[in-house]
């Protein structure tokens, strides 16, 4: 998924436990929107779905239930419109996009990642399948953000310097194995002068593997706690000892170290502009929906919701 409609994506891609169009007895509904209606159980599942991912306790739930069953109602807003123009996720689609992300996880990591999140496989699929849909519904919205310019790149660096400003960073790569055993092989490989970027391309399990390693600048207090330990107390050029740390075995090299300090509107100008064009979809994207609302009927029975109980 591209970074465009990350944000986006990431706002209103939960998983809906009624998105088959149902006929239910209606004084059950406490939510229709279009064709699709949703009972007070299917509402209660959902939200403890959302809350549980964002780390909202049953206690809190009350206090930002009205915003969660926006987002609901807005998920169902574009099923209606996926339904109404025919937009749907093939299984060619979907296994394609499988296994272009499998490609970054080798062996058995891929099933690994999915027990350490506690995710079925199938879930995390339909969670997968959503957000292409979603991807494709957006790409299909006529209106699009004007171009972002050097002006407004400029004006929202002026206007907010304290976000630009670091702590100490580092930029490193790594090579990272399942086992000390194969780590310290690969470290006494590095030592006798073999090149680290193409070992880690040949051995190490994690993504950046296909950078040579290559992890890129990173602030600190953003890595794991031995991670950071390690990269923040090794000097430039030298050859760490592995490190255990819940990933695997890792084998760090600083490649750069920068002092606490403010970014240049060089450096931070790609992240400006993404930053600024995620806005523009937003706004767009907003807009769309108060449309949608006007073009299939949303009605929530407010009685029934007020008698929800969580818990």
């Known amino acids: 998924m591209s970074k465009g409609f990350l944000y986006i994506t990431v706002a209103i891609c939960i998983l809906i436990s009624a998105c088959d169009l149902i006929s239910h007895s209606r004084e059950n509904v406490v939510i229709t929107v279009g064709k699709r209606d949703m009972t007070a159980d299917e509402l209660k599942r959902d939200i403890k779905r959302m809350t549980l991912r964002m780390g909202i306790t049953d206690q809190e739930i009350v206090y930002v239930l009205r915003p969660l069953i926006n987002k609901i109602i807005d998920d169902y807003l574009i099923m209606e419109y996926s339904r109404k123009k025919g937009i749907t996720i093939s299984k060619k689609e979907l296994e394609s996009a499988v296994k272009d992300i499998k490609k970054d996880y080798p062996g058995k990591i891929f099933q690994e990642m999915l027990l350490y999140t506690y995710i079925d496989l199938e879930e995390w699929k339909e969670k997968l399948r959503r957000q292409l849909l979603i991807k494709k519904i957006i790409a299909k919205v006529p209106e699009k953000p004007t171009p972002i310019t050097f002006h407004e790149i400029k004006t929202y660096y002026d206007s907010h310097r304290q976000e630009f400003k670091h702590s100490q960073m ?7 194995t399942k086992t000390r055993k194969e780590a310290k092989k690969i470290r006494n490989r590095l030592t006798k002068g073999e090149d680290f970027e193409e070992l880690a391309g040949n051995y190490s399990i994690t993504s950046e593997a296909k950078n040579g390693g290559e992890v890129g600048w990173i602030s600190k207090g953003e890595l794991e706690e031995t ?41 931070a100008m790609k992240g400006i502009e ?4 995620q806005q523009k979809k937003e706004s767009i994207y907003k807009e769309w929906l108060k449309k949608l609302r006007k073009i299939f009927a949303v009605k929530v029975n407010q009685e029934a919701i007020r008698t929800l109980e969580f818990g």
Do not use: C, D, N
């Open 227 to 267: 991670m950071e330990k390690a990269v923040f107390s090794l000097p430039t050029g030298k050859i760490s000892y592995p490190k255990k740390t819940p990933y695997g075995y890792h084998i760090f090299e600083v490649l750069q170290k920068r002092p606490e300090g403010f970014k240049s509107l060089s450096e």
């Open 274 to 277: 993404v930053r600024l064009a």
């Open 170 to 176: 580092v930029k490193f790569r790594q090579i990272v």
